[in-house]
């Protein structure tokens, strides 16, 4: 039978100290080259209490979700900052941040990462692939980082970090919080690499650039 949650939480608070913290193996990841943080000093938060329910996420409820303002025939370039789209998925550009360029893929129709039909799915993986390998060609990265947490919203919605080349210490997981501290990337800049992306992208998949990409 799988474990329930109650008996991981207690295995967990079994290996915290009387403050309820856990101890940082040495080792682990503060000893990483891509830490952003000295180990020395450093200390988890205390471990807190189950909460009773897990809080809504925004868009649990359709009619309240973003993409209910969307529309397959609005306008992309006045819908915040998005870049591409075709018949069924679209693409916005993040705020300039310490990365090269940051995209976010979203399905337009609403669907959860799991509730993705068949055929969505597909598609998703061939345009994941050509995305990766589009954000890949810039000059200033070495790889692409995708991620999907959804713990925020219940529209299915997934990350594109750009990792800068040449660069060790942004390697890996810690590249998104790398990214709130490395200075922020000029908007011009950031729209260069988003327009060079995107002219690959509708090369290789298809769909069309939109707003500042167009």
């Not at 919605?157 to 890996?172: D, K, S, V, Y």
């Amino acid at each position: 039978m799988p474990e329930t949650i109650e008996d991981y939480y207690a295995r967990v608070m079994a290996a915290a100290d009387d403050e309820g913290r856990l101890a940082i193996p040495i080792g682990g990841i503060p000893y990483w080259e891509v830490f952003p943080f000295e180990a020395e000093g450093l200390r988890l938060k205390r471990i807190e209490p189950l909460a009773d329910v897990e809080e809504p996420r925004h868009g649990e409820d359709p009619g309240q979700c973003t993409c209910a303002g969307w529309g397959q025939a609005a306008e992309p370039s006045s819908i915040d900052d998005e870049v591409w789209r075709d018949d069924h998925w679209r693409i916005s550009v993040a705020e300039p941040s310490g990365a090269p360029l940051i995209l976010m893929l979203v399905p337009l129709a609403h669907h959860d990462f799991t509730t993705l039909p068949k055929e969505r799915a597909a598609e998703m993986g061939q345009i994941m692939v050509a995305l990766g390998a589009a954000i890949e060609a810039l000059p200033s990265v070495a790889r692409v980082h995708v991620s999907k947490w959804g713990d925020g919203g219940a529209h299915a919605h997934i990350f594109f970090f750009a990792r800068p080349t040449q660069m060790p210490q942004l390697r890996g997981t810690m590249l998104a919080v790398w990214d709130d501290f490395l200075p922020r990337i000029p908007v011009d800049v950031r729209d260069a690499n988003a327009r060079a992306v995107i002219q690959d992208l509708v090369r290789t998949y298809g769909g069309r650039g939109v707003g500042r990409t167009a």
